[in-house]
């Protein structure tokens, strides 16, 4: 996996979230830092410029004024109307060179500013206490200090609009969300519909959302009926063969039976016995897979059922995890379990049976101590009517070949599969039957 692929979000809300809402906000963010910074710089540069010409005026009366007593008297009263105090000569509160704090914007464009229209300017203390600038000329009479508001000066407040765009994202990206998950939750319903159907499951589902989501709905939807009459379809031919193939063989067994005992006669017998049995489990398979209704069952109690009926020496030798219901059709469930205890029980000696119960699945293992299948023909086994040991015993009684893919089938209509491995505790076959839960 990619670096990308392990940092982008894994679900679709999250990946939709960062489609939708990461160019905006950065988009958003960086223009509006953008606009606010030049805004700012701009009102201030023209507010300073103002108080600029104020002063500008000021200091010309000073310069005219025959001595400081005349020209405090004289300037106080307009000085006073323009919200300007004067003192001259400047005192100690006055600074002498630039000052301005850490973090403001504005700062270095209101002493620009100043410094531009104001020749005689000396010092600027940005400062001071309660928004109070102090200013420190040079003039004909020595250092003139100049108070006033910082107000004057620059926009008070310039974070406002930041925090006005901050919660209205917050809120537009909450709408958005909602309205993202109404669109989104169409898709995880029909994941969901689909899953549970490969588990073997039908659940009520309908189409809903936005118009493709709809048509992978109704395609859906369509498949999965077309899929149900298949298998209605395998299940009826199969169950009909098979019902109208015993009547036949019924009477091919009576007539042999009225036939001289001889050695073709016993040979004859044995093939209708294998046809019958044949038969039998074509049946069996057919009505397995009739549609049963998946229920929820103990799987340990279903498990000794099936390994008392299948007689034999099996024993249940271990239950792994937490025993907990799993929906499933135990009908078909145990005819699988029964193949795999058949086939143990042919071919080995001891076999035992284990549970377990794992987070998403059921494994139910089947394990003996025979033969075993070499791992080239495991995939071969698998395949309906294959009989691997045909020419190697042919006394042990091998049946149609169905045992396994049968077992498999019904493993993977429950979203499982079977697994054949080599018994490593018991040196023979390991079958697992997972079946998902
Ligand atoms: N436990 C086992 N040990 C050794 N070989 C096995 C075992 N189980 C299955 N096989 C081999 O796999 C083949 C296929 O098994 P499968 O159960 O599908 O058919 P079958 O047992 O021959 O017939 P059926 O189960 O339909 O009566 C068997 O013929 C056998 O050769
Ligand atoms: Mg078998």
Same mark, same amino acid.
Request: proline residues 3%.
């Given at each position: 996996m990619s670096l990308l692929q392990r940092i982008l979000p894994r679900g679709l809300y999250g990946r939709a979230a960062l489609i939708l809402l990461a160019p905006i906000v950065t988009i958003q963010l960086v223009f509006s830092l953008e606009f606010i910074q030049r805004q700012y710089e701009d009102v201030t540069h023209q507010m300073t410029q103002g108080v600029a010409i104020d002063l500008a005026y000021l200091l010309a009366r000073v310069e005219e004024s025959p001595s400081p007593d005349i020209a405090l008297a004289e300037i106080e009263p307009v000085a006073e109307e323009l919200e300007i105090k004067l003192t001259i000569p400047a005192g100690a509160d006055f600074p002498e060179i630039d000052k301005m704090a850490w973090i403001d914007l504005s700062a270095t464009t209101i002493i620009a500013t100043l410094r531009e229209r104001l020749a005689g300017l000396q010092a600027v203390d940005l400062t001071g206490d309660g928004k109070i600038v102090h200013l420190r000329f040079a003039s004909r009479h020595g250092s003139v200090g100049v108070e006033l508001s910082r107000k004057r000066m620059s926009a008070t407040n310039p974070h406002q609009l930041l925090v006005l765009m901050i919660v209205t994202s917050i809120l537009m990206a909450v709408i958005a969300y909602v309205f993202l998950r109404s669109q989104l939750r169409p898709i995880t319903k029909l994941a969901q519909a689909a899953e549970e159907f490969g588990k073997g499951r039908r659940v009520a589902y309908r189409p809903r959302g936005a118009v493709e989501v709809r048509a992978a709905?109704?395609?859906?939807?369509? #498949?999965?009926?077309?899929?149900?009459? @298949?298998?209605? @379809?395998?299940?009826? #031919?199969?169950?009909?063969?098979?019902?109208?193939?015993?009547?036949?063989?019924?009477?091919?067994?009576?007539?042999?039976?009225?036939?001289? !005992?001889?050695?073709?006669?016993?040979?004859?017998?044995?093939? /209708?016995?294998?046809?019958?049995?044949?038969? !039998?489990?074509?049946?069996?398979?057919?009505?397995?897979? $009739? #549609?049963? +209704?998946?229920?929820? /069952?103990? &799987? /340990?109690?279903? &498990?000794?059922?099936?390994?008392?009926?299948?007689?034999? +020496?099996?024993?249940?030798?271990?239950?792994?995890? /937490?025993? !907990?219901?799993? *929906?499933?059709?135990? @009908?078909?469930?145990?005819? $699988?379990? !029964?193949?795999?205890? @058949?086939? $143990?029980?042919?071919?080995?000696?001891? *076999? +035992?049976?284990?549970? +377990?119960f794992q987070d998403h699945a059921l494994c139910f293992r089947v394990e003996d101590d025979g033969p075993g299948i070499p791992t080239e023909a495991r995939s071969e086994a698998l395949k309906p009517f294959a009989r691997l040991d045909r020419s190697r015993d042919p006394n042990r009684g091998g049946g149609v070949g169905l045992g396994l893919s049968i077992a498999a089938d019904i493993a993977r209509s429950h979203g499982g599969a079977l697994g054949l491995w080599e018994s490593t505790r018991l040196g023979g076959l390991r079958a697992d039957l997972v079946v998902a839960r």
């Open positions: 709905g109704r395609a859906f939807l369509d #498949m999965r009926d077309r899929l149900e009459r @298949q298998i209605e @379809q395998r299940t009826l #031919m199969l169950s009909g063969v098979s019902h109208d193939l015993r009547t036949p063989l019924t009477r091919l067994r009576l007539g042999l039976a009225l036939l001289p !005992e001889d050695a073709e006669t016993l040979s004859l017998q044995r093939d /209708v016995t294998d046809m019958e049995r044949m038969v !039998e489990e074509f049946l069996a398979f057919a009505r397995g897979d $009739a #549609m049963e +209704e998946a229920t929820a /069952v103990d &799987a /340990v109690s279903l &498990a000794q059922d099936i390994l008392s009926r299948s007689g034999g +020496e099996a024993r249940l030798a271990e239950v792994i995890g /937490v025993p !907990e219901q799993v *929906v499933l059709r135990p @009908q078909a469930v145990g005819r $699988a379990l !029964e193949n795999l205890l @058949q086939n $143990a029980n042919r071919y080995g000696k001891t *076999v +035992e049976l284990r549970l +377990e």
